[in-house]
């Protein structure tokens, strides 16, 4: 029998590429139902009528793959409701379709891999620079943050904290296991291939950073996480009023 | 207008419309449906309570309302209107030139009238451009590139089409060019919000303005970083300051980082009226104050010099309005007078001037 939990947490790896963060803490998911067989239906909903159908297809399908791959689960249905082009996705889903296939009719340039790379790219800057302010405020330098290694940081116990070696020191970082998680998630997602001994901060491509290069990713960062924290604002805030939501529990619940 | 601690301040509302939303003008009843409740949302979801609007209302407010939120009410000395037409949704349209012309027939002196191109009007919409803009004497356009247009569901600034209406731009003196970047060029797979061709045709048309709706929201980041290349980019703040009622700390983290990249003489007040109204955005904005960590983090702030400049100086200066001159022909006219009109007292803390 399929466990609701399993399904949940296999759509907490789904994220709105615009938001970095989980459709099922952005409150996209509605409801799931589950059947006896193992079939598995999540209806979604959507911040407006008009939210750009190429990343709500990315949506779509990821939660379609994620939750195909929890045990038990025969089959998986995805549905939109109060879309323009939800009934093209639904069917296009249904059936398998490429997003480009969901839409025969019309016009489609560029490719949704290179779109997918752009904002995962994005997402992966924001992630990083999350992890270089926890690092800095710990009392840590530049410098010496710039030479560690993927085997200077681990989770402890609880998974909740990150303890840090550095040199002599040894420092313990609360709350921030998270972020050490969903920073390798994304390097992971991207490729990156590493080692114990990878330095810790890599660019997107892998390559390890210089002290100059980590100091414009800080900046580079700062922006990237306000737009991600914009975007998370204002996309529940409509999604609240749409649907009658508590606009304040959405807000405490992305902790923004 | 309002005098803070003395000091006067000409407010001009960069962003504001007067549509029509009702039934009787739906022409895509799902599409027009659809574009009515999305503006409503936002209206509902960022508004204080005592502001927000029954539908009925929201969907067609006329002209006397608009009159009293924005000027009476409002604190605003001028308005730019922005159109919007999307003529496939809504039989004459949402908020045009013509609806919008209107008021600004009526009220001369108190609203700068924009005008919009569409590049797949082709050349015969070149003409018709060009009647627009001698007929109402038009100084800067408002350009929404996701509108959808028969099979059409948007076009890009740096479309060949673009350039050559962009070209009649210089020679008719249309020198303000208002990006408006949609919900969606459906269905292309790059991204719709993608404001990197700004940076195109900015570095193109240098003799140009290119006062950005909502600072690129939601694109913010990519917004800020071509503003820093091209100093004829500007930030419209509509859909930004929304956000200072129900998000003071991050109002100050967004204005904190457009200070930053852009400074002060290229942010531009505007309310999207009637998404939002002037008066709670203004009288939250001009008690402002960025929280200390913020300030010592970007080394800016928010003077009360840069309020006044946020407020109304730097619009004045793109579209070539001489305060001193424009305050006195309003203090006369029709509205100041039926309104018996004075400059609202605001006083703040000696420490925010």
């Not at chain 2, 009476?72 to 809504?90: A, H, N």
């Amino acid at each position: 029998m399929v466990k609701l939990e399993d399904v949940l947490e296999a759509l907490d790896r789904v994220v709105d590429p615009e938001i970095d963060l989980p459709i099922t803490k952005l409150g996209f998911v509605e409801n799931i139902e589950i059947t006896e067989d193992g079939s598995v239906r999540i209806y979604m909903r959507l911040p407006t009528y008009w939210c750009a159908p190429n990343f709500v297809y990315l949506m779509m399908k990821g939660a379609r793959d994620e939750v195909s791959r929890v045990k038990g689960v025969k089959s998986v249905t995805v549905l939109l409701k109060d879309h323009f082009a939800a009934s093209e996705l639904n069917e296009g889903l249904l059936h398998g379709k490429s997003y480009e296939e969901c839409f025969p009719n019309d016009l489609i340039t560029g490719s949704l891999d290179e779109l997918k790379r752009t904002f995962d790219e994005k997402a992966y800057v924001s992630r990083q620079t999350a992890l270089l302010s926890k690092l800095l405020a710990s009392g840590l330098t530049l410098e010496e943050v710039t030479k560690l290694r993927m085997c200077d940081i681990e989770l402890d116990k609880s998974g909740t904290d990150i303890i840090v070696r550095c040199g002599e020191k040894r420092i313990q970082i609360a709350k921030a296991g998270h972020i050490f998680r969903s920073y390798l998630n994304k390097m992971q997602e991207l490729g990156i291939a590493i080692s114990t001994q990878s330095p810790l901060f890599l660019d997107s491509k892998g390559k390890p950073m210089d002290l100059e290069e980590i100091r414009n990713v800080i900046e580079l960062g700062r922006r990237r996480r306000l737009n991600f924290k914009s975007n998370a604002i204002l996309c529940t805030a409509l999604l609240s009023s749409r649907y009658n939501l508590d606009k304040q529990k959405l807000w405490d619940q992305i902790e923004v | 207008m309002i005098r803070v601690n003395g000091q006067e301040i000409f407010v001009i509302d960069d962003h504001v419309h007067l549509w029509d939303g009702r039934k009787e003008n739906w022409l895509q009843p799902k599409y027009a449906e659809g574009w009515l409740m999305c503006f409503y949302d936002y209206h509902k979801s960022l508004s204080p309570p005592e502001y927000i609007w029954p539908l009925e209302k929201y969907a067609y407010y006329g002209p006397d309302t608009f009159v009293e939120d924005v000027f009476v009410k409002g604190y605003v000395d001028m308005g730019i209107f922005q159109p919007t037409y999307l003529t496939d949704f809504y039989k004459n349209g949402w908020n045009t030139t013509e609806q919008n012309g209107v008021l600004k027939a009526k009220y001369p002196d108190r609203f700068i009238l924009n005008t919009s191109f569409d590049p797949r009007d082709g050349e015969a919409g070149l003409e018709i451009f060009e009647q627009k803009v001698r007929k109402w004497g038009c100084k800067g356009v408002k350009l929404y590139t996701a509108e959808w247009r028969g099979n059409s569901k948007g076009w890009k600034l740096t479309d060949p089409w673009a350039y050559r209406y962009l070209e009649k731009c210089v020679e008719l003196g249309v020198k303000n060019i208002f990006p408006h970047k949609g919900p969606t060029i459906w269905p292309f797979n790059k991204d719709a919000f993608d404001v990197h061709e700004v940076d195109d045709v900015a570095t193109s048309f240098t003799e140009l303005n290119f006062i950005v709706s909502h600072a690129g929201i939601p694109r913010i980041d990519d917004f800020c970083w071509i503003a820093v290349q091209d100093k004829n980019v500007y930030a419209d703040l509509a859909v930004v300051l929304a956000f200072i009622w129900s998000r003071p700390r991050y109002t100050a983290e967004m204005l904190a980082e457009l200070l930053y990249w852009l400074g002060p003489d290229r942010l531009l007040y505007g309310s999207d009226y009637a998404l939002w109204h002037p008066k709670w955005i203004i009288e939250e904005f001009i008690r402002f104050e960025l929280p200390k960590d913020i300030e010592s983090e970007y080394k800016v702030d928010l003077s009360l010099e840069t309020k006044k400049k946020i407020l109304g100086l730097n619009a004045a200066r793109l579209y070539g309005i001489d305060i001193e001159a424009q305050k006195k022909k309003l203090a006369r006219d029709e509205i100041a007078t039926k309104y018996n009109l004075k400059p609202a007292e605001i006083n703040i803390p000696p420490h925010l001037t």
